[in-house]
């Protein structure tokens, strides 16, 4: 009986982990597909007249989208951070493990983080269009961009801060630390690496959202911002005006172009995030 047993459990064993390879092959297959078929079809459009040429309507160009993005990404991070890292720092040290405000925010925080993306772009748009008359402006859509990457940037500082040892803190305090000079001296470094990971992911959230911004900030692709008050583009917008303007060629260049982007913010999140720990671990 146990040498049957034993011979089911193996099969069982192999079963699964044939099943699970198979789900992995899968999904390593879409992932190049939709890679490789983006490259095929936009990789030979992608030139210097795409990128930093003067917009035409027989070839238009992405120069305003870039300008467009860097705006974005740099207004909602200046803007989401501070407050995110912040309520983190409140949430994980100036708050009681089983208090109900810690419970009531957190479940606030992850409601926040499923609502989708168009509910964001209808709030910035009721918010910032209509009722504040701002019009479409890229200043109306970096404000719904960095209200919707705070809890990305809650939930992963806050992650980061539990993960310090206790011991730190207690050793701080025993040197007569106070309780400012502990979180600022020894726990936000010991946590960075987190932390950065987590704003450079959100980074990554701001080039890739497109639904937000059709309702914000226009989508004017042809020429300039000329301030953080004037209507704009992004990438993805470009991607979603090109393919249903008739420009497929150039959808799919700046598709990889968009894809390059999001491919370098997260190999950035991944050499920072270990830069960090080996830093934390010397100086540990």
């Not at 040197?175 to 502990?182: A, E, I, Q, V």
């Not at 001296?185 to 080039?207: K, N, Y």
Request: proline share 4%; glycine share 10%.
């Amino acid at each position: 009986m146990k040498t049957k047993a034993h011979k089911w459990q193996i099969r069982k064993f192999l079963f699964y982990k044939a099943l699970s390879q198979g789900a992995l092959l899968m999904a390593f297959a879409a992932l190049a597909a939709v890679i490789l078929f983006i490259l095929i079809r936009g990789l030979p459009y992608v030139n210097g007249h795409l990128l930093f040429g003067r917009y035409d309507s027989k070839s238009p160009t992405i120069g305003p989208a870039l300008a467009g993005t860097m705006y974005l990404i740099l207004l909602s991070v200046a803007i989401a951070a501070p407050i995110g890292i912040g309520s983190a720092i409140f949430l994980a040290e100036y708050t009681k493990t089983k208090s109900r405000l810690l419970k009531t925010v957190r479940v606030a925080v992850e409601t926040l983080a499923g609502i989708p993306s168009i509910v964001y772009g209808i709030f910035g748009y009721l918010v910032f269009v209509v009722m504040l008359r701002l019009r479409y402006s890229l200043l109306g859509g970096g404000v719904t961009l960095a209200i919707m990457i705070l809890p990305l940037i809650i939930r992963g500082t806050e992650e980061s801060l539990l993960a310090v040892p206790r011991s730190l803190r207690e050793g701080s305090f025993a040197l007569g630390s106070s309780k400012l000079r502990t979180v600022f001296s020894v726990v936000l470094p010991c946590a960075a690496s987190g932390i950065v990971t987590s704003l450079i992911l959100s980074i990554g959230r701001i080039i890739s959202e497109s639904a937000v911004l059709i309702l914000t900030i226009g989508m004017v692709v042809d020429r300039m911002p000329k301030g953080l008050l004037s209507s704009g583009t992004s990438l993805a917008l470009d991607v979603y005006y090109f393919s249903s303007h008739g420009y497929p060629e150039q959808a799919a260049a700046t598709g990889v172009v968009l894809l390059a982007l999001v491919v370098c913010v997260n190999a950035l999140a991944t050499v920072l995030g270990r830069a960090f720990g080996k830093g934390e671990s010397v100086n540990g």
